[in-house]
């Protein structure tokens, strides 16, 4: 381990959460709600802290990938603590924990609130809400696709960016250019999204948080009443469409703007998961109508806005799920195990994973019937590396033996079943809303303490693909 | 596929089960219940549709593999549907498909009864009932030490007996051996519970039913309050051992009784499941102390035997769990995934399998750590063949999935969504009692005939490791 350049690199990652803490000072200014100094503390205490550990920790050793690991814990660590300041300092959440709970699931993109009514808190604290989305979603794309894939994290090696760039030995040019690219995406998407909504006449500024929220797949909304509050299908259509986008492995979406459109079919990940997508929102229309809407179109608004919201682990909602037949709610609750596609911000396990599941699965029969035949598992036509596949069952082990554990945990918490179960897979996932009292029109502002922190760890372990994580936890990774 | 060959097989098997339902017969005549005549008959029908394919079907040609898997998975359908002929006939259970999901769930030793009241079934039913688990356990001992292991399912190949005997080509001779060896252990051990029952004042009927349902880990009792009933803290420890005893490798007790104790000890798997029981006993007494019992003999008494029952995957019951604190029924579920060992009647996944996922994942994340360190998966002191591990990682995986769509399943039937899950874990992993509408005092006679065919189906998948059951749906399965 080389500690110091650690610190060091998480100083300079402070530093510029301490200029993304200004970016809200515009609207607190234009609105006038009295936050501008909160953000300006904020940025400040950062600032001194982030320059403080990257001006005094400097050393001639090169990083390892084993700095890899706790750099990428303790960002979002770091991001969770500095980030919830203009929270705390404002008054607007008075608990701390609370407020790193908020942020911690803004950045992790989880949107999971602890907020009782969202409307009361002032419209630049709000925007900081929405950004923490936004800026999490940046750090999503290129971890999955460069930084992850680097560390062998749990078959992440499967969905790296092949980027043309410079190939040398040096990872930071190549990660720079990757980002550089794939955030050019991210923010043509946003600033598309934004346009969009202001065309369904939605305010620059709702536009802004929402479109902030749909493309990190977060689902914090401006509204208590999420979508659902703007009552336009076209700003659902909008939404679900965007929802549907930030799911998709972002190099496919460089690729489809530079032309290739055919990517997207080339790309078995995205048909597996263009099909679940299809498929759950004929099955929840199937289950909905006549019990819930009586319109076919209706049925097909609310619906597929659900599924995708879901599925794409965003968690906005046009629709109290917990009125939906059970078996919708069943499928929901099935469908945040899955999440989007690797290399997009959603979360979950995957497409991509449990689709290689599936195949391993599948080949384990095949090989009983003809032991002698030899079958690999593919992912599109290239066969998958053994080591990679066990790193992908590995971590299917490690996640739903963590969603048992924190389960149990939850519920000693004091919570019933289904809302444990619920609350866990909503924030491992990175979700949102679960069930039962963490359901939709709920928040999780009741949990104990202990709860909380348990369901953060969740955020952290699900947003970083657990791996990365939990090797912080091996007595030997801290070893020399 | 030697179709031919199989069928005879098959008709074989008949012919047994045609003896064995003689069996009651003395009972019917001793308690008078007016039964004889439906055992006649039964075991008449069986007799004759066995003699014909015995006879019938002759062919030149040997055993393939892929026939083992036919024989096995239709073997146990055979018996359930011949099997549920006396409950039939004697217009015990009016509806054939509840006579065979009684049965099935007899063979399978899940113990998931369909009857209301079951007292009122003549005593003759109630021994074949009994009897059912004890020839379903007889069978699945040698089964997944000898059988499945050849048929390279599931990764039971780590788990096969390594009797000593003729270690000629063929494998019949070596299958009777270790048959007739386990049968032995396993006659003794019923022989010497009936034994202690009685001395609890248990009366020999009852002994006998109660001896037959605990080795084979079943479940079924003669009394509608289970074990219960009985209200007596000796018998509930009488059974609680023997639970314990009959969720342990077969092989181990054949050991212990050949003077061998200290295979028990070098034995990784008995050491984790001694482990997990005795700690879900203290967590269950942690948990239920001061909210149920307020005596802590008490508390041993009722929490210990829950735990075993549920962790062997047996089912019988002295308390209602519903009634225990939230986190004491999570516990409870979470040990139904689990289950026994390998090689014993218990069901579930077993705990070799859950202890070598843990490792797997152990070993991934140690590698990311040391990359270029080569750590194997061990069991015991020898390394778990690739080929293997990758089998149990399937399984796993398969396990999961079927959890999920067979839950989605009778949540279509109309159960409610903790009912649904409950009752398929619980027909799943062979166990019986649920939680919910499938509860430890209520019974699966209300559910909807589609419903009870996904559990009987659960059961058989459970029971058969999975694989053997789903291979016969590969359509190369049945091509030449």
Chains 1, 2 share one sequence.
């Not at 599924?307 to 909602?317: D, E, K, N, Q, Y």
Request: hydrophobic share 55%.
């Amino acid at each position: 381990m080389n500690i110091v350049l650690t610190l060091r690199i998480l100083g300079a990652l402070l530093l510029f959460l301490s200029a993304a803490l200004l970016l809200p000072i515009p609207f607190a200014l234009y609105y006038n709600d009295g936050s501008t100094s909160s953000f300006l503390f904020a940025a400040g205490i950062t600032f001194v802290v982030g320059f403080l550990l990257f001006k005094g920790c400097r050393s001639q050793r090169e990083l390892s990938l084993r700095d890899g690991f706790a750099i990428v814990s303790f960002s979002w660590l770091f991001y969770a603590l500095f980030g919830a300041l203009p929270f705390y300092l404002s008054g607007a959440i008075p608990s701390f924990i609370d407020a790193s709970f908020e942020t911690l699931s803004g950045f992790t993109t989880t949107g999971a609130t602890i907020l009782t009514v969202v409307e009361n808190l002032p419209q630049s604290l709000l925007l900081w809400r929405a950004l923490t989305h936004w800026l999490g979603g940046m750090g999503i794309i290129v971890m999955s696709l460069a930084i992850l894939p680097m560390l062998g994290v749990g078959g992440m090696q499967l969905f790296k960016a092949e980027v043309p760039g410079p190939t040398a030995d040096r990872l930071k040019p190549r990660i720079q250019d990757t980002a550089k690219l794939l955030w050019g995406v991210y923010v043509f998407l946003t600033a598309v999204e934004v346009v969009l909504l202001m065309l369904g006449k939605m305010s620059f500024f709702e536009s802004l948080c929402h479109a902030f929220a749909t493309l990190a797949t977060g689902g914090f909304s401006s509204r208590n009443a999420s979508v659902g509050a703007y009552n336009s299908a076209y700003i659902d259509g909008v939404i679900t469409l965007f929802m549907f986008l930030a799911g998709v492995n972002f190099f496919l979406h460089y690729q489809a703007l530079r032309g290739r459109l055919t990517e997207f079919w080339k790309n078995e990940e995205f048909r597996i998961y263009l099909g679940i997508t299809v498929g759950s929102i004929l099955l929840l229309m199937v289950m909905n109508q006549g019990s819930v809407y009586n319109s076919l179109l209706e049925n097909l608004r609310f619906s597929s806005f659900q599924a995708v919201s879901i599925l794409t682990t965003t968690g906005f909602g046009t629709a109290d799920y917990e009125q939906w037949p059970v078996l919708s709610q069943y499928l929901l609750v099935a469908m945040m195990f899955i999440g989007g596609c690797a290399g997009s911000t959603a979360g979950g396990m995957k497409v991509a994973r449990i689709l290689l599941l599936f195949k391993h699965a599948h080949v384990q029969l095949f090989r009983l019937i003809h032991p002698r035949a030899v079958r690999l598992v593919k992912l599109g036509n290239r066969p998958v590396n053994r080591e990679v596949m066990q790193s992908i069952l590995g971590f299917f082990a490690l996640y739903m033996g963590i969603f048992v554990i924190a389960s149990f945990l939850m519920a000693a918490a004091g919570m019933d079943l289904v809302s444990a179960g619920a609350a866990v897979i909503a924030t491992l996932g990175n979700i949102g809303p679960g069930l039962g009292s963490v359901g939709p029109t709920d928040h999780y502002g009741h949990i104990a303490p202990f709860g909380k922190g348990v369901l953060m760890f969740c955020m952290l372990l699900g947003r970083l693909e657990l791996f990365t994580v939990l090797v912080l936890f091996f007595p030997t990774f801290w070893r020399k």
